[in-house]
Nanobody, 115 residues
Framework: QVQLVESGGGLVQPGGSLRLSCAAS????????MGWYRQAPGKQRELVAA???????NYVDFVKGRFTISRDNAKNTVYLQMNSLKPEDTAVYYC?????????WGQGTQVTVSS
């Protein structure tokens, strides 16, 4: 059974940092493409960053230079290091795995950026 469990969200002041983790189980992690998405209230879910099985990464413009996605295949975990956080980064953050063209989602973790 495929399972993704996110952690690391919370409340942080503008300019602060958080590191999100997504632990995967039930899949061959080394061949899985992983991504972080977010959904703010009243908005559609949007891609934030992706990391492929090769290790190559992709970021959307509004997080470039601030967020870093990485993976540890030995721990079946993907991370999202978020620096210089802004109030507009407030959202529920989800990780997604793609294996054999099937999408799997975690339950999400809330990130709130506020003073």
């Amino acid at each position: 059974q495929v399972q993704l469990v996110e952690s690391g969200g919370g409340l942080v002041q503008p300019g602060g940092s958080l590191r999100l983790s997504c632990a995967a189980s039930g899949m061959i992690f080394s061949i899985v493409h992983m991504g972080w998405y977010r959904q703010a209230p009243g908005k559609q879910r949007e891609l934030v960053a992706a990391i492929f099985s090769s290790g190559s990464t992709n970021y959307v413009d509004f997080v470039k230079g601030r967020f870093t996605i990485s993976r540890d295949n030995a721990k079946n975990t993907v991370y999202l290091q978020m620096n210089s956080l802004k109030p507009e980064d407030t959202a529920v953050y989800y990780c997604k795995a793609v294996q054999y063209n099937l999408d799997y989602w975690g339950q999400g973790t809330q990130v709130t950026v506020s003073s």
